[in-house]
């Protein structure tokens, strides 16, 4: 027999040979199956049944949870809850390692901060005879020192940091606090600058103003304070400020804020020093007598604060995500533009 022969016999259903037809695959919740059948045939022999091959595919089953995307708007990534809900104890567990970070170093700058204030008026009741008015001018200039560390120095600092310590709360009440921070932390100010002018001027003989380069940058400090808290309010409180204006001030504003804080913290050392020069004479200051070693443990407190507040506000892994409440404040501010 020819091969074309065998070839025609091999191709014809005849009843020696079997034609084998692709079988359908079953359906299956996880696999999904294709068979091939192949028929070789050979040179004056049989056509030979090869056993067809299956190959399963597997289907990735659905996931219990979804993750939902994040939300942006006009570029802002927005911080987003997950999908499901998880318990107290695994949210601790699988929390940023950034975010314990700072709250830990959160709370040490508060802790450093109302320590500083209990040492400066503990510093003044038991070395200075404590608080007056007009009519004893030494002891109304130890209102100066207190309300400085109070304000110009502890409300200063938390209010730079207002809105990465309460990270979760909407920007126009972070805004509004922010606000209203510096404005009691300038109220204090003034109250304090009038106090050292009035215990130079009601003094006998009247002491000399503005003489020392303490007075220089403390006053360069509240100018600094006094035109950022305009400027501010006018960019991101008015209404009808468009909103590619106050993108432009933001690192303006955050810039001279930081400048300004750290300009009271310098001046409060040379106040401080100054102060412990002039009036810690029995024993004297050179002899480090209590009084002296309280006052130099107050300034370093003001630079251990210092840092740390510029510190948490300058780290970028720090930084606050705006929150989906944030959406309607950034939505109105694009309307207005």
């Known amino acids: ?89 695994s949210s601790k567990a699988n929390m940023d390692p950034a975010l314990i970070n700072f709250k830990v170093l959160y709370v040490l700058t508060q802790l450093c901060g109302l320590t500083m204030i209990v040492l400066v008026g503990t510093w003044i009741g038991q070395h200075f005879g404590g608080l007056g008015g007009s009519s004893n001018p030494k002891l109304e200039f130890n209102w100066h020192p207190l309300f400085m560390t109070i304000g110009f120095i502890y409300l200063y600092g938390n209010s730079i940091l207002i809105y990465r310590g309460f990270r979760t709360t909407r920007k126009k009440t972070l805004k509004l606090t922010h606000a209203g921070i510096h404005i009691a932390a300038f109220i204090l100010t003034v109250i304090a600058l009038k106090t050292v ?53 933001m690192p303006l504003h955050i810039y001279f804020g930081l400048f300004g804080f750290v300009l009271a913290i310098a001046s409060a050392l040379m106040g401080l020093t100054e102060k412990a020069i002039f009036a810690v004479t029995n024993p004297p200051y050179s002899s480090l007598p209590t009084a002296g070693v309280l006052a130099n443990v107050i300034g ?5 604060f210092g840092a740390l507040v510029v510190y948490l506000a300058t780290e970028p892994a720090y930084k606050r995500k705006p929150i989906p409440e944030d959406t309607a404040l950034l939505n109105s501010s694009s309307v207005n533009e």
Not at 3 to 18: R, Y
Not at 59 to 76: D, H, K, S, W
Not at 300 to 304: C, G, K, Q
């Open 197 to 249: 002018f009035d215990s130079h001027n009601l003094a006998s003989p009247p002491i000399p103003n503005m003489y020392s380069l303490h007075s220089w940058l403390g006053l360069s400090a509240v100018i600094v304070f006094s035109l950022q808290y305009v400027a501010g309010f006018v960019a991101f409180l008015a209404p009808g400020v468009r909103e590619n204006y106050r993108i432009a001030l």
């Open 300 to 304: 370093v407190l003001y630079v251990v």
């Open 1 to 89: 027999m020819s091969k074309d022969t065998d070839v025609e016999q091999a191709t014809k259903p005849e009843s020696g040979v079997v034609q084998v037809e692709p079988a359908i695959p079953e359906e299956s919740p996880t696999t999904v199956s294709s068979t091939t059948t192949v028929i070789a045939v050979t040179n004056g022999e049989k056509p030979v049944e090869v056993t067809p091959a299956t190959v399963a595919t597997p289907v990735t089953p659905a996931t219990a949870e979804l993750v939902q995307p994040a939300t942006t708007i006009a570029g802002i990534e927005l911080a987003t809850p997950t999908a499901t809900a998880t318990s107290t104890g």
